[in-house]
């Protein structure tokens, strides 16, 4: 069966700190590895992971993928409040079906 | 990227009715999803919705309590039926928009159900 760790399960920092989070997962015919960004109602795309080792970035935020030991990192630098979020991990896989984490629970306090 | 709609973006109903949510997106897209996203919680996919064949639905969701239409490439509708207090949660399309070789997902801005 399909399966997505996230953690830590929630995180409090301050401004200015930087924040790993952590995906292990484990599904079918893997494709690639999305994370998103939740603040209200409807998640908001971050990155697309398909190969092992290649870091994205997008201003303060990069992640990195590793196919062999099925993990991924988002790291966050420099905190603001507004990265204030619930962070989701989703590897796609067979039939294109993502597999939604539970989730990390981020908050950043001024 | 893509641009995805939903309506109503909220509502609130009476136990034993239905409700029908509308998605509707800006580009031809073959697969579309519908998840529920109960307080609290993660999102949990409902079903995947291909144009031109019946609507895929995970364990625990049936056809007869959310059925699902899928006219077209472009636009899909969830109804919940017979609702009842359990079924308060947000619902929110999704669609896979292929820029080549991977996908990615994009969301629809999601309907908060509350049912009293």
């Known amino acids: 069966e399909d399966k997505v760790v996230q953690s830590p399960l929630s995180l409090v920092v301050h401004e200015g700190d930087t924040v790993t989070l952590n995906c292990s997962y484990e599904?079918?015919?893997?494709?690639?590895l999305l994370w998103y960004k939740q603040e209200k109602k409807a998640p908001t795309f971050l990155f697309m992971l398909t190969s092992s080792g290649i870091e994205k970035k997008s201003g303060r935020l990069s992640s990195i993928l590793d196919k062999k030991e099925l993990f991924s990192i988002l790291n966050i630098t420099a905190t603001q409040t507004g990265d204030s979020a619930v962070y989701l991990c989703?590897?796609?896989?067979?039939?294109?079906?993502?597999?939604f984490g539970a989730g990390t629970i981020l908050r950043v306090k001024s | 990227s893509a641009v995805i709609s939903q309506k109503p973006s909220r509502d609130i109903c009476q136990r034993g009715t239905s409700l029908t949510i509308q998605c509707q997106v800006d580009?031809?897209?073959?697969?579309m999803f519908w998840y529920r996203q109960q307080p609290g919680q993660s999102l949990t996919l409902i079903a995947t919705a291909n144009q031109g064949s019946e609507a895929t639905y995970e364990s625990g969701f049936v056809i007869d309590k959310f059925p699902i239409s899928r006219p077209n490439l472009t636009f899909s509708t969830l109804t919940v039926s017979n609702m009842s207090p359990e079924d308060s949660s947000i619902y929110l399309c999704?669609?896979?928009?292929?820029?080549?070789?991977?996908?990615?997902?994009?969301f629809g801005p999601g309907t908060r159900l509350t049912v009293t």
């Open positions: 580009s031809q897209v073959t697969m």
């Open positions: 599904v079918t015919n893997f494709r690639s």
């Open positions: 989703d590897p796609l896989g067979i039939g294109n079906k993502l597999v």
């Open positions: 999704s669609a896979l928009i292929p820029p080549g070789p991977a996908y990615e997902q994009y």
